[in-house]
Structure formats: C-alpha cells, structure tokens
C-alpha cells in the first residue's frame, strides 16, 4: 500500500488560510490503513482546524467526507455535491488522490494535507515499512523475495557491501542489512545457486525518469 | 485567571473504575461545572471525542481509567494513555495547551483518586485560562 504522514497543522493552516469553506475529503484504501487520512483522521483534522481557527479568531467552515478510493473517478464523482459547496478541498488522499480531485474537479482547487512517502507494508502494529520502490523491473524472483533495490542502502545487486556488522546496514545501523536477509532466505527456499546469477547494471529507465510513467492496457479500453 | 472563572470540565470515566460523578467530593461545589461521559472501557475514548469535548465547550477534560494491569479488557487503559498523549500533543500544536487534558489512574471505587485527578486538572486549568476556541 501507499503509505503517507499527514502534514503538521500548521503547515495545513497555512496552505487552507485563504478559504472559509473547505471540503475535507479522506480516502478509505492505503491512507485510512496508515493512519493518515482515513475518515476518523478526517474527523479530527477538521475538528483540530475548528478548534485552531476559532482561537485564532477566523472564519471557517469545514465540512467532511470520505470516499472508498479518491484515485479513482467512480469513487471521487461522489463527492461533487460537496465539492460544488466549498471553495477549496483539503485532499488527505495520497498525490494521486489529490491529482485525481484537480483533474476532475477544475475549478476548485485541490489541497494537499498528507505527505506521501513510500510503497510499503505494515511490519508489525503500528510501525510502516517501505518494501517497493516501484523500480518498473521486478527481480523478486531472484532475491528471495526480499528486493535489493528498496531495501539495501547502496542497491547493490550482486551481494552484500561487506561492511554489516550483526546484521544491520552500516549506512543506518537501525536498519537489517538487505542482503543478509536475502541469503538467509535463499539458503531456507534451497535456492543460493540464485547467488551466482551476475544482475546487470540496472536499465533505470522503467523507473521514475524521464516524466510520468504510463502503461496502457489496449484490452480494457473500448 | 479571572476570578470568575469556573471551569467546565468534561469526564469521561470506565465504568469499571469510577460509578458515578456525584460521589466525587468536587462534584456540587462552586470550583468547576463536571459533564461525565461513560465508557464500558477506557479503550473507547477516541482522539475525535476528546476534541469534540472541547469544541462543545469544555474547558478542560480528564480520562478516569483503572490502573495498569487492571484493565478487565486487557489493554484499553494503555490505549487511552496513548490517545491522551497524542491528542495532548495536538492541543500544543494547534495552541491550545496540552495540559488541558489529563488521565487519571484510580482503582474501583478510589474516589480520593478522582477528586485528585480534577484538582490537578484545574491547578493547570487556572494556568492557563478559559479555553480560547469557545
């Protein structure tokens, strides 16, 4: 999933401080998962900016709603009446829900109030982990499952750095090194041999460069 | 803090640490106006009600929960401590002053512990005032 932050309340104040009607529209999918803008984060930003607002002495109106996914335009359609009541939607959507909102509704601006940061998993209660740096040339298949790419500091392709020490990165002693855990994983699935499979210089080019990427699936376009 | 000032005060309390406000010894004397919001269990406090509370009106709010290890739902205590701390950080980002809201421990039936909880929540609530967002 995507995970993201919601942005401080301050920062939030000011990107919302030249409205008095705002939208606050949250997403039910990877935001609400992480804690960043599902409906109850919803309720307590809006609840949060009344409070701040009304100690500050300014006008605000705020009005809520979540929609199930906001990337998408089946979903977002549904907010349009409340849309069409305020000046400016505060989007606690990922970039793309914000984009989606922008694209479809043009004349009301499209605000956002949460940080999105990486493509990752829940690694135990309350703790988000990135695993997926949408490099476009999946090599799982290879590496055990455990991708190189994301989680080794350097990304490297061919083997540890060397410089682990108990198995932890030396770039961030915080973090597992990538590679002993790769090997450990090899060595449960019977598959070390994949260790002597030499990985090119990496062809970048799938990846985020050059501009937007798109794929076009010509069998579901009628 | 003005003279006149008596606070409002929004409990919400674990009906399994604390029955009823008017056995609280504050409760009826002129120090502080107490609304009580009941709760099967601490766990059920939500960072949304406790700014609620203080959207309505609320000059201050305190958490009654047990005492930790006493939860009879395991863990809702720690998770009402947990939201109270966040939401605590919430009032100081958005200028409110986080020692507004505090949670206090208390046995069944300690209502000693009660009445100690609000007198320290309004020893801070004389700090810092009337709540500024009403």
Redesign the interface.
Known sequence: MIVGEQK???EIKAIIAPYKKILIMGCGTCVKTCFAGGE?EV??LA??????C???GQDIEIEEITVERQCEDEFIQEGAPAVSRNEAVLSLACGAGVQALARRFVKTPALPGVNTTFIGVLEKQGVFTEECSGCGNCGLAVFGGICPVTRCAKKLLNGPCGGSQNGKCEVNPDTDCAWQLIIERLRILGQMDNLRIYIPPKNWQPSLSGGPRKMVREDHMI | MTENFKPKITLFHCINAFGDADELALNGKDTCEIQTVKMACSSMV???FL??A??AGADGVVVLVCPEGQCRFLEGNIRAKKRVAWVQN?LD????DGRRLSLGNMAAGDNAAADQTINNLLKNLAEVGPN???
């Not at chain 1, 609840?47 to 701040?52: F, K, P």
């Not at chain 2, 980002?93 to 409110?96: A, D, Q, S, V």
């Open positions: 401080p309340i301050a109850d309720a307590v609840s949060a900016l009344r409070l701040a009304k100690k500050d | 939500k960072d949304v700014l609620r203080f959207e919430l980002e958005i200028g409110l500024p967002a009403v």
